[in-house]
Structures are given as C-alpha cells and as structure tokens.
T-cell receptor
Framework: DSGVTQTPKHLITATGQRVTLRCSPRSGDLSVYWYQQSLDQGLQFLIQYYNGEERAKGNILERFSAQQFPDLHSELNLSSLELGDSALYFC????WGTGGTGELFFGEGSRLTVL | SQKIEQNSEALNIQEGKTATLTCNYTNYSPAYLQWYRQDPGRGPVFLLLIRENEKEKRKERLKVTFDTTLKQSLFHITASQPADSATYLCALLGTDKLIFGTGTRLQVFP
C-alpha cells in the first residue's frame, strides 16, 4: 500500500460527458502528480501541483483541468470526453517539488472507459 | 527531440538467470534516473534511484548502472524468480517533470 488513495477505481461513461477523479496523497507529501497511461502511449505526464500551486505541466488537453486543495488532495476533471480518453489515470505524490530526488508513490489508478 | 527508449519487446528468461533491461535516452541531461516496477493494472512501484555521479547502485538482487556518456542505464535482476515477472519502467527528470519510458515486460519462467 503506497498510501496514495484514488477514487473511483473504475468509471464507465459516455462520450461528451464530464468526470472527476480524486486523489489523496500520502500523509506529509506536498506534491501531487497526474499521469495518463494508455496501451500505446505508456505513462504520460499531465500535471503537477506543489502545496496548492501548479508546478509543471505536460501535454494536458484543454478539456482537462486539475487543482490541489488546501488539504492537499487533488482532483482531475475531464470534460467533453472522447473515446481516446479511455485510459488508466494515475495519481502520484512525493515529499519534494520539482527537481527533488524523491521517489514517486503511485496510487492504484482510476480506469476510465468512455463508450 | 527528447526520447527515453526501452526495449518494447518482452524479455523472457529462465528462473535463476540474470535479467538485464536497458534504458537509453537522448537530449536529456538528467541529474538522476529511477527504476519502477509495474504489475498489470497496478500503479508503478519505486525500486531504485541512481544519480549522475554514481556508476552503480545495488539493492538486494537488483543492480542499476548509469553511463552518462553512453546515455544509458542498465537494470539487472540476479537469480531471477517468477515473482519478478512484471513491467519495468525507467524514469528521468526532464526540464521540470519526471518522464517515463514505455517499459519493458519481463517474464521469468520456471
């Protein structure tokens, strides 16, 4: 158990819909990262927050947004969903911000299926 | 362009042998490189970190080397066991984010 909690574990929805994925980091970790993993793409970095502020951004679509709340949990919002958004979405946390050498602790992921 | 390349073909080895996985990168100058293990449908789990000034790092049956001249890291599992079967990911720090390779699937058969 990494200590990172993600909900929901599975989600099935239709194209055009909007979903919210939730992540609670390990106790004491200030950084939260979101990654997308699909079969043909590997782990793709989406976005990082550190202590409530956006710290780094990857190839995150404009239809996607995220935030980190004062209690350090984070939410990833995916809107106007398309079939290609079907993937595993992982949240990870670490003690350090960008540039730190700490390992990332990953949650078990949220599997999104868009029909 | 920046790339991290791991052998996309699965590596099949017999129990007891040493598995060697490769991670090559281009157009990065990472201060460190990490290796993770990922089981199907699960989140990656951190295994080892090696810094740019370290040639080699060991942890139990695991060994990682880092050659910044060749821009390559090798990940070794000695005395491999069927329980070592998984996908292994290398990751390095890009400009401002940790970038992962696509991983190599290792299958250890009895």
């Amino acid at each position: 158990d990494s200590g990172v909690t993600q909900t929901p574990k599975h989600l099935i929805t239709a194209t055009g819909q909007r979903v919210t994925l939730r992540c609670s980091p390990r106790s004491g970790d200030l950084s939260v990262y979101w990654y997308q993993q699909s079969l043909d793409q590997g782990l793709q970095f989406l976005i990082q927050y550190y202590n409530g502020e956006e710290r780094a951004k990857g190839n995150i679509l404009e239809r996607f947004s995220a935030q980190q709340f004062p209690d350090l949990h984070s939410e990833l919002n995916l809107s106007s969903l398309e079939l290609g958004d079907s993937a595993l979405y992982f949240c990870a946390s670490s003690v350090w911000g960008t540039g730190g050498t700490g390992e990332l602790f990953f949650g078990e992921g949220s599997r999104l299926t868009v029909l | 362009s920046q790339k991290i390349e791991q052998n996309s073909e699965a590596l099949n080895i017999q129990e007891g042998k040493t598995a060697t996985l490769t991670c090559n990168y281009t157009n990065y100058s990472p201060a460190y490189l990490q290796w993770y293990r990922q089981d199907p449908g699960r989140g990656p789990v951190f295994l080892l970190l090696i810094r740019e000034n370290e040639k080699e790092k060991r942890k139990e049956r695991l060994k990682v080397t880092f050659d910044t001249t060749l821009k390559q890291s090798l990940f070794h599992i000695t005395a491999s066991q069927p329980a070592d079967s998984a996908t292994y990911l290398c990751a390095l720090l890009g400009t401002d984010k940790l970038i992962f390779g696509t991983g190599t699937r290792l299958q250890v058969f009895p």
